[in-house]
């Protein structure tokens, strides 16, 4: 297992980090994964004894029983607290009550202490907004966060599915208020998935923000598992939960490129996929999933699959982006201020 540090901090993590969304199974999330205490015990000794140090929940998660397997789990497998960087979420709805949702100072500061209680520990490594809240203004949740840090309730702050514009935002608040600051930003991000390359992972990297990817395989599509023709294996989570959104066409042809390099490592197509992501500019840690150790196992093993440079650039041309403006000018234009360092006539108006 290698490690990087936590964006622009000091804390050390596991480039994989373990998802817990398929923890307890409860309501709506079944669809996703039901695993019980016993079930998740063994994933998380198999990961932490394979070096995983870093662990992903959130409180809407099987409706917090997600937290509660998780925190349980550690103790379980007598795992000391300090050895695990500890991250959950806040936003969604946990209870019937319309401020029970949101990023608000009441239910950030009600959510942690339902969180800290879950997951049976007195402080977390990492708290991150989940969702973007039409309504609470961002200075408000980023005062409430740096309450928190000031608290000992939590060590640091990130934020999930926001756009770019919203996270700059946010981090010069935190700088003209001396604020704690954003660390991490998780976001959807897999080979055939790419869009936050357009504005969020400049953003990430100009702010040393840690990617954090979620759905690095698009919800199992690209494990390999699928194809064309069929509807995937039963019990598969596309089966039942056909999220996040993407493009089925792009996947396969990502699919199609990614099996002759994995038949070429002795691999899976899902470790391909796992590498490719792994090998991205600004990520901190990508976050697995799985239902079984056998999963598990092989996710894990993405760390020691490095591609070669042919095989990383053949994945990035089946899967590179559309052009798209504002990007197409300023690739365009950069290029022409670059020529110009180098010696070009300074005064070409060519646009």
Known sequence: MRYRTL???????????????????????????????????????????????????ADVYSEGLAEEITGRALVNAGIKRTDVVLATKVFGATGAGVNDRGTSRGHIMDGV?????????????????????????????????????????????????????????????????????????????????????????????????????????????????????TAGPEGARRTGFDFPPVDRERVFACVDRMRPIAEAHGVSVARVALAWALHRPGIAAVIIGAKTVEQLDDNL??????????????????????????GWMIEHQGARQAQSARGAAPFDKTP
């Open 7 to 57: 964006g622009a901090t000091g804390l050390v993590v596991s480039e994989l980090c373990l998802g817990t969304m398929t923890f307890g199974g409860r309501g709506f999330w079944t669809a996703i994964g039901a695993l019980d205490q016993g079930a998740a015990d063994r994933l998380v000794a198999r990961a932490v004894g394979a070096g995983v140090n870093f662990i992903d929940t």
């Open 113 to 229: 202490k339902a969180s800290l209680r879950r997951l049976g520990t007195d402080y977390i490594d990492l708290y991150q907004i989940h969702g973007v809240d039409p309504l609470t203004p961002v200075d408000e949740t980023m005062r409430a966060l740096d309450d928190l840090v000031r608290q000992g309730l939590v060590r640091y702050i990130g934020v999930s599915n926001w756009p770019a514009w919203m996270v700059a935002k946010a981090q010069g608040l935190a700088l003209a208020h001396d604020w704690t600051r954003l660390v991490t930003l998780q976001a959807y991000y897999a080979i055939a998935a790419r869009d936050i390359e357009r504005e969020i992972v400049p953003m990430a990297r100009s702010e040393g923000l840690g990617l954090l990817a979620w759905s690095p395989l698009a919800g199992g599509l690209l494990s390999g598992k699928f194809d064309r023709e």
């Open 301 to 326: 093993a993405a760390s020691d699959l490095t591609l070669a440079a042919d095989e990383i650039a053949a994945l990035d041309e089946v899967s590179a982006l559309p052009p798209e403006y504002p």
